[in-house]
């Protein structure tokens, strides 16, 4: 078939009843939001295309308010939807508790592969990853809301191979993809010179084509046959049925701000890093501080949104961030992780990576440490960051990070909520304690699992709050130091749910973390 350049209208009416798409995108960022806009016009005018199956591997906000996968919050639009995370999709949390259509979860670097054996036709993925987390079908199996519990599909199942248990997501075919690039020719080859990220264009584009869907890819620009170098195509014309030139408004790098592209991000320049604010002085900074004594030169590590991100601030302020080789799971690594809802970009990164090829890595246990959040933790080391307080966030990249990292820090405050916490003289001091308790009897939503963690025996794990860090052991959660100034029975063990373990060499946080002044670290 001869590639076709139509416009996004168009590209909305191809789409038929009862199809299976595939999105892709990275929260703002390789989002094809001019047809997913179009897709939504044509809903709310005709009532079609309806009852679609929506896949997206990550999380797809946009903006975190209309764009990506909020422009699909229409009741009727979708029969079944399977991704990894919602953080920014504040629009479909109303239709998914209120059992609109059978939601699922698997990790993001799980659907990242799926994309890989849909295109060369394999049963599935098989992973350990997932194991003891909401995701295993001896808990969960991903199911999110009574619709999918009701529905009777069954996303993943237990396997035994070689005398050990694993997961099995079976495969599916796709009839739609949608994706991003930054340039077409005029026989269709993709590019993405501009793009902050490369996800998984090429491998979703096969497999629609393999199950004999079509592809759509919404770019910048189009340019003339041979004007894009080879070594720059991404996803050849041979994949590609329809390009649509997005508007200036629904297209380009990302749409965060006033969506100006970043050239720092896409490698087209280099910024002077001491240019980036340092931290301001908190208990926030007091956090990432204490979580980098546990890195080492050399280390290629993660870092998870939220607090976490400020671990990479404080690389750089203190002069260690070329020490480590720091790495997104969007694929981007080196340079300093940018913050916010533009997470998965780097500023001046050293390789933009393709999503599934950096979970593969991932996955075989490349992480040497790893910074994530933690909304709640339990007496058993189990976190959950994917569903609390009423809103269902999903995993993203969590479960393969903190699987597959060597030593993992799950970063946070030790209470939630409201707060007016100080440091004073290099010792903490509570006016204010925030009202809500995280650290649970039991976890509402297992993302991390404290017990697969013991069977393994490979990890190092520690819980780090502005008062008190707990690690891992054979017994449970242990508190292994507090932070000076902290009454231990008043402060950390009459805010919690349940009675840790204390280790016998109980000490107390180093000062030097709690004084405005430089660490003066050396890995």
Same mark, same amino acid.
């Given at each position: 078939?001869t ?6 209208k168009?590209?909305a009416e191809?789409i ?7 999105i892709?995108?990275?929260?703002g ?27 997206n ?11 990506g996968?909020?422009h699909?919050?229409?009741?009727g639009?979708?029969r079944?939807?399977l991704c ?14 209120d ?9 993001q670097?799980v !659907?990242?592969? $799926?994309?890989? +054996?849909?295109a060369? *036709?394999?049963? @599935?993925v /098989?992973?350990? =990853? ?7 079908p001896?808990i ?10 009701e529905?009777?599909?069954?996303i ?13 997501y ?15 020719d005029?026989?269709?080859n ?5 793009e902050?990220?490369? !996800?998984?264009q $090429?491998e979703? +584009?096969a497999?629609? *084509?393999?199950? @004999?869907g /079509?592809?759509? =890819? ?21 994949l590609?049925?329809y ?9 380009g790098?990302?749409f ?5 592209p970043?050239?720092?991000?896409c490698g087209?320049e ?7 604010e ?9 956090i ?9 030169a ?5 870092l ?8 990479s601030?404080?690389l750089n ?6 020490a480590?080789s720091s790495s997104?799971?969007?694929g981007?690594?080196g340079?300093?992780?940018a ?19 950096i ?9 040497d440490?790893a ?8 007496r ?6 994917s ?6 966030t999903g995993?993203?990249?969590?479960i393969?990070?903190?699987q597959?990292?060597?030593t ?31 650290f ?10 404290g017990h697969?963690?013991?069977?393994k025996?490979t990890q190092?794990?520690?819980y780090?709050?502005e008062r ?12 292994i ?9 008043e ?12 280790s ?11 004084r405005?002044?430089?660490?003066g670290?050396?890995?």
């Amino acid at each position: 078939m001869t590639v076709q350049f139509i416009n996004a209208k168009r590209a909305a009416e191809l789409i038929e009843d009862h199809t299976t798409v595939a999105i892709d995108g990275f929260i703002g960022f390789c989002l094809a939001d001019d047809i997913l806009g179009e897709i939504e016009e044509r809903f709310k005018k005709e009532g079609h295309p309806r009852e679609l199956s929506v896949v997206n591997v990550a999380g797809l906000g946009g903006d975190g308010k209309d764009r990506g996968i909020n422009h699909f919050a229409h009741k009727g639009l979708m029969r079944r939807f399977l991704c990894s995370n919602l953080s920014l999709a504040p629009k479909l949390y109303p239709l998914i508790m209120d059992n609109a259509f059978p939601t699922f979860m698997i990790p993001q670097g799980v !659907l990242s592969h $799926m994309m890989r +054996a849909i295109a060369s *036709r394999k049963p @599935g993925v /098989i992973s350990q =990853v997932g194991m003891k987390t909401f995701v295993d079908p001896r808990i969960d199996g991903g199911r999110i809301n009574e619709a999918a519990r009701e529905s009777g599909d069954t996303i993943v199942e237990l396997i035994r191979l070689h005398e050990e248990d694993y997961l099995f997501y079976p495969a599916f075919p796709l009839d739609v993809a949608i994706i991003k690039g930054s340039t077409a020719d005029t026989k269709g080859n993709i590019s993405m010179e501009k793009e902050a990220l490369h !996800l998984e264009q $090429m491998e979703m +584009a096969a497999a629609a *084509r393999n199950s @004999g869907g /079509i592809v759509m =890819v919404q770019v910048d620009q189009v340019v003339e046959y041979g004007e894009i170098h080879p070594q720059k195509v991404v996803v050849p014309s041979t994949l590609v049925d329809y390009v649509i030139t997005g508007k200036p408004e629904n297209t380009g790098q990302h749409f965060i701000g006033d969506c100006r592209p970043i050239p720092s991000w896409c490698g087209d320049e280099k910024i002077p890093l001491d240019h980036i604010e340092p931290l301001p002085f908190d208990i926030h900074k007091v956090i990432c501080r204490r979580s980098i004594l546990q890195l080492h030169a050399g280390d290629f590590i993660n870092l998870g949104i939220g607090i976490s991100m400020g671990v990479s601030e404080v690389l750089n302020e203190e002069g260690l961030i070329e020490a480590i080789s720091s790495s997104i799971e969007s694929g981007v690594t080196g340079g300093v992780p940018a913050p916010g809802i533009a997470t998965g970009a780097a500023y001046n990164p050293e390789a933009i990576l393709k999503q599934p090829d950096i979970f593969d890595f991932y996955d075989g246990g490349g992480i040497d440490f790893a910074a994530l959040g933690a909304a709640e933790i339990d007496r058993h080391g189990n976190v959950n960051v994917s569903k609390f307080a009423g809103k269902v966030t999903g995993p993203g990249g969590f479960i393969n990070i903190t699987q597959g990292a060597k030593t993992v820090c799950f970063l946070g405050t030790f209470t939630a909520g409201k707060s007016d916490i100080r440091i004073e003289d290099g010792r903490l001091r509570i006016i204010q304690d925030g009202p809500y308790i995280k650290f649970k009897k039991d976890v509402e939503h297992i993302t991390f699992s404290g017990h697969y963690s013991r069977e393994k025996g490979t990890q190092t794990v520690l819980y780090i709050t502005e008062r008190a860090v707990f690690q891992l052991t054979e017994g449970g959660l242990t508190l292994i130091e507090i932070a000076p100034g902290i009454d231990l029975e008043e402060d950390i063990l009459g805010k919690m749910e349940f009675r840790p373990l204390i280790s016998p060499d109980l000490k107390v946080m180093e000062e030097r973390l709690f004084r405005p002044q430089l660490l003066g670290l050396k890995l």
